[in-house]
């Protein structure tokens, strides 16, 4: 594999220690900038012994929460706050976060669907081969905080895969649980591969993901929660000074885990109208219940197309635009799950 292109003006090497605020500057010629670059802000912060964990957010321009809640860790920590390396990156994909997009404007791709990337490709893929050559085999540990963003609403929540390796398993799902969520989830891959998890995951990082809210809000209580669970997570994994906070310290009982792992758990409008959620997130729903319906703003005396559960379960995703065509997901039924998952 032929090497980045990609220059950080920050120094990535063991050796160099403190705190270093700068950018990876990613080539990218345009007609108004045939020599331009496009920076991406990192933060490196090093102090002595420690794990090193890279944090991100932005992965999808549309999704906000994470992106605040690290941008403020940037201003806040000091070298003296940390035990080890913490690599902060608020916003991997800033055309697509100033355009309020998921996509990246600049090449049209989904950035979680360009690993393990291409050093030769565009910014999306070049970036992504970034993460995967140089970021990810130098960390311990890799979160990726998401939301549902503007197309889907989601319970806030800490996921993950289930891994085939059984102690790589198990590291994830403590961290998921300091993440301090009442529920935390097992998703399966249903629209695509090439995803920054697997591709970490496949590297044997200890992968941390979040689904924090929906749309393009940065809800009060959802922003409160992101940021204490993150600060707690980063005290579980020893990059951060302090004492971790126990679940019932927190006033949370033992972690809920569901999961989503058939692709029936995944529910998908059957035909293109005005969409109507007839259940709250976080509300349990039985087989055969009506999850929402699809209306025809041209035909008000047609009757709407029902989207059913499949299965008794509890909502944690549902539709965010109401507008929605053949074939978008509409709704995330999950299910409890056996603890023997994890064994
Ligand atoms: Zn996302």
């Not at 940390?82 to 994909?93: E, F, R």
């Not at 994830?172 to 995951?201: C, H, I, N, Q």
């Not at 109401?322 to 978008?328: A, E, H, K, N, Y």
Request: charged fraction near 20%; hydrophobic fraction near 40%.
């Amino acid at each position: 594999m032929s090497e980045t292109q990609i220059h950080s003006t920050v120094d990535l090497a063991a050796t160099a220690t403190g705190k270093q605020c700068g950018h990876l500057s990613i080539p990218y010629s345009h007609n108004l900038g045939g020599w331009a670059n496009l920076p991406v802000p990192i933060c490196v912060i090093r102090n002595g012994a420690g794990p090193a964990v890279l944090l991100m957010a932005g992965n999808h321009g549309d999704e906000y929460p994470g992106q605040v809640a690290i941008q403020r860790l940037w201003r806040q920590l000091t070298p003296d706050d940390v035990a080890g390396t913490l690599i902060l990156m608020p916003c991997l994909n800033p055309p697509a976060a100033k355009a309020s997009t998921r996509l990246s404007p600049l090449d049209g791709r989904n950035f979680n669907r360009c690993f393990p990337g291409n050093p030769n490709g565009s910014v999306s893929e070049m970036l992504a081969h970034y993460l995967t050559t140089v970021l990810f085999p130098m960390s311990e540990y890799v979160i990726d905080l998401h939301t549902g963003g503007r197309s889907m609403g989601f319970l806030p929540c800490a996921h993950m895969h289930l891994v085939p390796d059984l102690r790589q398993r198990e590291r994830m799902r403590r961290a998921a649980e300091a993440f301090l969520t009442e529920v935390t989830f097992l998703y399966a891959d249903v629209a695509g591969t090439g995803l920054l998890p697997t591709e970490a995951e496949r590297q044997g990082k200890i992968v941390i993901t979040t689904e924090m809210g929906g749309a393009e809000m940065v809800p009060a209580g959802i922003h409160r929660q992101c940021q204490a669970g993150l600060r707690n997570v980063l005290v579980h994994c020893g990059v951060l000074r302090g004492k971790e906070l126990a679940r019932a310290e927190a006033g949370l009982g033992p972690a809920r885990w569901v999961q989503s792992l058939d692709r029936a758990d995944y529910r998908f409008a059957p035909e293109s109208g005005l969409y109507e959620n007839c259940v709250d997130l976080g509300e349990p729903v039985k087989a055969g219940d009506l999850l929402g319906q699809v209306h025809y703003i041209e035909q008000p005396s047609r009757e709407p197309a029902p989207v059913l559960a499949h299965a008794d379960g509890l909502l944690v995703a549902n539709r965010g635009p109401s507008i929605v065509g053949q074939g978008d997901c509409v709704a995330c039924v999950a299910h409890d799950v056996d603890p023997s998952l994890f064994a």
